[in-house]
């Protein structure tokens, strides 16, 4: 199964280097496929100038797209030179993020890479609003790329929901899971590990119920996360010892194992919605992603459908 044949890769037009596009030309070189380098550009001082003619403005925005897209080619020029096949698109477009899924839906892309930004090794990665809005609302999965080379046989960690009260999460789980696998497989045979979280013993219940202990619930919490990821690695004959249950907030458990395991990426999935709420990550996958140091790679489940509708009147 070819995956990942059509990849997008947001340009970052702040700076020369550009680790999205050097991890999209990292995956074509093991899967094969084609690359487009994206950029939206915007200039409001060019909608602005009343001195000017609609045509001039036309012409003017025509200059700067022709100029970022030569300042593209030359940043992509070594990859040329070595055959990656590479297409390069700007466009003149106020709303990033609405550029880019525009572009996706037009051109039914399988991946967007994007750069994510970080201050230092200590840190989290740095979201900027786009960032967000893509995770959110783009249609096909989104790969945030942190601007520091791949750790030496990094990982991939695939965050699963263990909690069995809403029926959406195996599915999505299967298809984190399968997709990883898959991937992982076509890239280095890199080593897939799961993990989920349960949760601690709520204070105030152990406090207002006299007879409750607490650590027979959390036994009983922890057998059911540990049944549901059994069910989970078996279906894929996955060793147990690549699977981690570990009590805590997902916020903390998931980017501790990811640091701990030195993983390049974490494989995560963001709960889609149709309609008004499909600008919604879900509130534990907003705080995981938050606290991440590495590379995140988020899937949406099967019938997603994002709220930024295909607009077929495409500027120049």
């Given amino acids: 199964m070819a995956k990942y044949q ?21 995956l074509n070189q093991r899967l094969g496929g084609r690359i487009t380098a994206f950029l939206p550009i915007y200039d409001f001082s060019y909608e602005m100038t009343t001195l000017l003619s609609p045509d001039e403005r036309t012409t003017m925005r025509k200059g700067v797209v022709s100029q970022r897209t030569e300042w593209i080619r030359e940043q992509a020029q070594a990859y040329l030179n070595a055959g990656v096949s590479i297409d390069i698109k700007v466009v003149w477009h106020n709303r990033p993020f609405e550029a880019i899924i525009q572009e996706v839906l037009h051109g039914g892309y399988d991946l967007v890479l994007k750069m ?11 979201f900027t609003p786009t960032d967000w809005h ?17 750790p030496e046989g990094g990982r991939a960690v695939v965050a699963v929901n263990l909690a069995s009260e809403e029926p959406h999460h195996d599915p999505l789980n299967t298809k984190l899971v399968k997709e990883t696998i898959e991937l992982a497989e076509m890239v280095n045979n890199t080593e897939v590990h799961l993990v989920g979280a349960y949760p ?34 078996q279906k894929f004959s996955i060793d147990e010892k690549y699977t981690h249950v570990d009590k805590g907030l997902p916020e903390e458990v998931i980017p501790g194992l990811a640091e701990h395991l030195d993983a390049g990426v974490v494989v995560l999935g963001t709960i889609g919605r149709t309609g008004l709420s499909a600008a919604f990550l879900g509130n534990t996958a907003e705080q995981v992603i938050d606290h991440l140091r590495c590379d995140l790679l988020a899937i949406k489940p099967d019938g997603f459908v994002s709220p930024i509708a295909l607009d077929n009147d495409e500027d120049d």
Avoid at 7 to 26: C, G, K, T
Avoid at 134 to 150: A, E, G, I, T
Wanted: hydrophobic fraction near 45%; charge should be neutral; proline fraction near 10%.
């Fill in 134 to 150: 893509l995770l959110r609302k783009c249609p096909c999965p989104v790969w945030m790329v942190k601007d520091q080379p791949w």
């Fill in 6 to 26: 059509n990849v997008l890769v947001a340009i970052d037009p702040q700076q020369d280097d550009q680790p999205a596009l050097r991890r999209a030309v990292y």
């Fill in 116 to 126: 994510a930004h970080q201050q230092d090794k200590l840190q989290a990665v740095v």
């Fill in 200 to 233: 601690v013993t709520p204070i105030n219940i152990a406090i207002e119920l006299p007879d409750f202990d607490p650590s027979v619930y959390n036994d009983a919490i922890r057998g059911q996360h540990l049944l549901a990821m059994k069910a989970l690695r």
